[in-house]
């Protein structure tokens, strides 16, 4: 079964349509149809239903977004009959429900299809993939740009707009469909220039901001739309303390809330330049806080385009773990008091800044964790009690799972890629003695893949979650273990 997105465009909000009922849907669709012209919403339509599927394939959107178009050509225009676009639209989300359509495939369109009329293509709209954690966009050279260009500007524009689009997908959309306009006009001026060479040069130093600034927000947004409001703060809280591990816990909360809300404000918004105004402003607060902190830090705030210093900052590796004093845990009663929250994220900031080689990905298991108990304990009448009960057990996984993690990740950071394979390669000879040459080059091989993923900074959440579990393994004794 294929998936057809009725509702083609961000501003129409799903539960309006819902209690307003099908007039509502109709009347938005072909006020943005007749306002926009067949055109621009058909190149609308292309990077919305890029962005909500994925991993789609081109013939795959280009055959819903050709249907879609239709549909509002020809039901949009003066005279026809009301019922003209809900007949259609009802073909269309029949179709979808067809295991021969040739539409964008989704595991839930099964429980959409037992719906009927408007219930069924809201369900249908409501449908996305999961954001690309491994961007597949591959940038051409001028020449093959500019050859693909020639032969059918319209295809190539398609093609980008999908390709862009499914690749930078979490970028809010006003970004994304800027970025894709200037690049697009990039291309269609200097491939008829008569210096294209320069002209790509000039015409890239120009869009590095806008280039800069997608490219971020579709990373930050990314995580948010993984992570949520909460875990935001906590993933912005870990980076900067191992990022900058001198500056306390007091000096980057308050930057991790203004982090999370920033996401929060602009990660869906349609506002055109929320995210760019809002990630500068943060910049300065980051950089008037921290730049005296760490010297590299501080070479990052010293730029004069804040969309580049913040960059920058983001692309720090961790520093080396200072030397500090001794980690104070919570005590169980101090876990279930109004800021038991607050008191487990400044003990994971701790740990975080003691062990930078730690990645987040792994201090996000931490963190479920131990939140998980706070949430199951606390409520309950005896939440001390419950506390007290659970928490030795899932200390000692945590100091199980922390090691492992520092044995998979510890010596990455610190040596050449070369030079790491090598020291698995020993380490694994010591270990196995019995293996065979062909399976301890296989086992390297699977190790150096995990870690050059997920033992670095800003690793893909989703992704490296999974494979943790198979890395790390049991934490416990047994089958009920508390953080994996």
């Known amino acids: 079964m294929k998936v057809v997105t009725v509702l083609l465009l961000a501003a129409v909000s799903l539960s309006h349509a819902e209690h307003r009922g099908r007039d509502y849907v109709r009347d938005k669709i072909c006020g943005e149809f007749n306002t926009m012209g067949k055109d621009n919403f058909r190149t609308l339509a292309i990077i919305l239903n890029s962005k909500k599927f994925s991993n789609a394939t081109f013939e795959e959107i280009s055959h819903l977004v050709k249907e879609v178009v239709f549909l509002a050509e020809t039901c949009c225009v003066k005279g026809v009959h009301p019922s003209c676009y809900e007949t259609g639209s009802s073909a269309l989300s029949a179709k979808s429900c067809d295991e021969n359509s040739p539409y964008p495939d989704h595991p839930g369109i099964a429980a959409c299809c037992t719906q009927q009329g408007l219930e069924r293509k809201l369900c249908l709209a409501a449908l996305h993939q999961p954001p690309k954690e491994f961007p597949t966009y591959m940038k051409p050279s001028n020449e093959e740009l500019c050859e693909a260009f020639k032969k059918d500007p319209q295809d190539f524009a398609d093609r980008f707009a999908h390709e862009y689009s499914s690749n930078y997908g979490q970028a809010p959309l006003p970004v994304l469909v800027g970025s894709i306009k200037n690049y697009l006009s990039m291309v269609g001026t200097c491939c008829i220039s008569p210096s294209p060479t320069v002209c790509f040069l000039k015409e890239r130093l120009e869009r590095k901001t ?275």
């Open 210 to 484: 806008l280039s800069i600034l997608t490219t971020m927000s579709n990373r930050i947004c990314s995580r948010y739309a993984v992570y949520g409001k909460e875990k935001s703060k906590f993933s912005t809280l870990t980076m900067f303390a191992q990022k900058i591990p001198s500056a306390s816990f007091e000096d980057i909360s308050p930057l991790a809330e203004d982090s999370a809300e920033v996401f929060s404000k602009c990660c869906n918004s349609m506002t055109e330049d929320c995210m760019l105004k809002e990630l500068s402003e943060l910049t300065t607060k980051i950089c008037t806080k921290l730049s005296s902190k760490d010297e590299k830090f501080s070479d990052c705030c010293n730029g004069k385009n804040l969309l580049e210093n913040y960059f920058c900052m983001y692309s720090l590796q961790p520093a080396k773990s200072p030397q500090l004093p001794e980690l104070q845990r919570p005590t169980d009663e101090q876990l279930c008091t109004g800021d038991g929250s607050h008191q487990m994220d400044r003990f994971i900031f701790e740990k975080a800044r003691r062990q930078t080689s730690i990645p987040e990905v792994f201090l996000s298991k931490v963190y479920d964790a131990t939140h998980n108990l706070i949430n199951g304990c606390c409520p309950a009448a005896d939440s001390i009690a419950c506390v007290s009960s659970k928490r030795p057990q899932l200390r000692g996984e945590i100091f199980k799972f922390l090691a492992k993690a520092n044995e998979l990740c510890g010596e990455y950071n610190d040596l050449t890629f070369l030079k790491f394979k090598q020291r698995l390669k020993e380490s694994f000879s010591k270990t196995m003695p019995d293996a065979t040459p062909a399976s301890l080059a296989e086992l390297v091989e699977q190790r150096a893949n995990f870690t050059s993923t997920c033992c670095i900074m800003n690793a893909p959440p989703l992704y490296c979650s999974v494979k943790i579990n198979t890395e790390v393994g049991h934490t416990c004794d047994h089958d009920s273990c508390m953080l994996i």
